[in-house]
């Protein structure tokens, strides 16, 4: 039974040998030459903007967009194993599948209603 398990463990003990060495590497074998402008965030080439204590605000947008992702995200999810076992599931899996293809519809037609799709 031990033998079994064998791979995993290898895989594992690699996979964490990687981790290690990768995180190590760089300041063994690293520069050490240390500027202000090697220490200053950097953002796509622009100069980072002062923020506020507390980091600021987001815009609303944000996290709409980030909900929206997750609805149909998880619909892909549900799909996905309905798929697979679609020859099993017979007349019962595409009626329930079809249930939910609805809900999920009616959910996007409510977003693209409300100006959710919106990129402004």
């Not at 002062?50 to 605000?57: A, C, D, V, Y």
């Not at 099993?88 to 799709?117: C, D, H, K, N, S």
Request: hydrophobic share 55%; glycine share 10%; aromatic share 16%.
């Amino acid at each position: 039974m031990g033998e079994v398990y064998l791979p995993i463990l290898v895989l594992g003990i690699l996979g964490a040998a990687f981790a290690v060495f990768s995180v190590a590497a760089p300041s063994i074998i690293g520069p050490r030459r240390y500027n202000r402008a090697r220490l200053d965030a950097y953002e796509c080439g622009i100069d980072p903007t002062p923020q506020p204590i507390g980091g600021g605000r987001f815009p609303i947008k944000y996290y709409l967009t980030a909900m929206l992702f997750i609805v149909f995200d998880i619909e892909i999810v549900f799909l996905y194993p309905f798929a697979v076992a679609f020859d099993q599931l017979r007349l019962f899996g595409l009626i329930e599948m079809a249930v939910f293809i609805v809900t999920v519809l009616a959910v996007y037609a409510y977003v693209w209603r409300r100006g959710g799709l919106e990129w402004d």
